[in-house]
């Protein structure tokens, strides 16, 4: 919709074809994004020094910083260092492309379509594609986590399995491994919806704010949608981490014993 000079559109505007391929105003962003990223990771990592710079060291610390916060919630050093490029990545991505939002050309620049302005560049993560996007990468991600370490047919007991004592311990191992399962795609919605949610009513609330106080107001408020992008990057990439934790626990047993032990009192020492 347009209306007083506040434009809202829920689908990206398609700026052009490539191929045949339409080209929209978000995915020229998010090139642009991984343009700044692969630019930077070139100039940080392609000659490290032995006696490293304050560049250097900072970059340093802030990676062994999340390696070691990756082990101590997987549990395993390897894991972490597997699984480090990922998560790293989700954050870096989702975190530039926010920050990208609040640069003078979004929403300015763009290309005059009839009476209408079409933005070359609109925020990455106000696309619902892209949310989605990352999100079957996270849960891909996820998946493979579980059948790598556990194999196929160990993971997927997690979600069909008839172990238990007795029929109906069965049937309900049966019904909650299907409910884990639904909740294991269910990932796709509650992932994408939510980086989508929060960073497209962010922009709509600046643009109304704006809009009626362009003076002095929307800067807090800007202040403000610069934290919930960094929040948001790293909700996303922390709970990634955490399904991938989750993902390659061992499944629990239903092994119990029938009998408490016996002591030579002859006292019953119930198990906790």
Not at 13 to 24: F, Q, S, Y
Not at 127 to 133: F, G, I, K, P, R
Not at 165 to 170: L, Q
Request: hydrophobic residues 60%; negative net charge.
């Amino acid at each position: 919709m347009k209306e007083s000079g506040l434009h809202v559109a829920l689908a990206a505007e398609r700026v052009g074809t490539l191929w045949g391929l339409p080209i929209t105003n978000t995915l020229i962003a998010a090139w642009a994004v991984m343009a700044v990223l692969l630019i930077a990771a070139f100039f940080v990592g392609r000659a490290p020094n032995l006696l490293p710079t304050k560049l250097q060291n900072l970059f340093e610390m802030m990676v062994e910083f999340v390696l070691d916060f990756m082990e101590r919630t997987l549990g395993d050093r390897s894991l972490a260092m597997k699984y480090f490029p990922l998560v790293a990545t989700i954050f870096l991505f989702i975190f530039t492309s926010n920050l990208f939002d609040f640069l003078p050309f979004f929403g300015s620049l763009g290309i005059q379509h009839g009476a209408e302005l079409i933005p070359l560049f609109r925020p990455v993560n106000t696309d619902l594609n892209v949310t989605l996007a990352l999100a079957v990468i996270a849960v891909f991600a996820v998946e493979f986590a579980g059948i790598t370490a556990l194999g196929f047919f160990t993971y997927a007991g997690k979600f069909f399995t008839f172990r238990g004592r007795g029929i109906a311990n069965r049937l309900l191992n049966f019904f909650v491994g299907i409910l884990e399962f639904v909740s294991e795609v269910s990932r796709l919605i509650s992932f994408s919806f939510r980086l989508f949610g929060n960073v497209f009513a962010g922009e709509v609330l600046l643009g109304v704010i704006a809009l009626f106080v362009p003076y002095g107001v929307p800067v807090p408020l800007m202040a403000f949608e610069l934290f919930v992008g960094f929040i948001q990057a790293v909700v996303f990439a922390m709970l990634t981490l955490f399904f991938i934790k989750m993902a390659v626990a061992a499944p629990h047993t239903d092994e119990h014993h029938e009998h408490a032990p016996v002591h030579s009192t002859g006292s019953v020492q119930a198990h906790s």
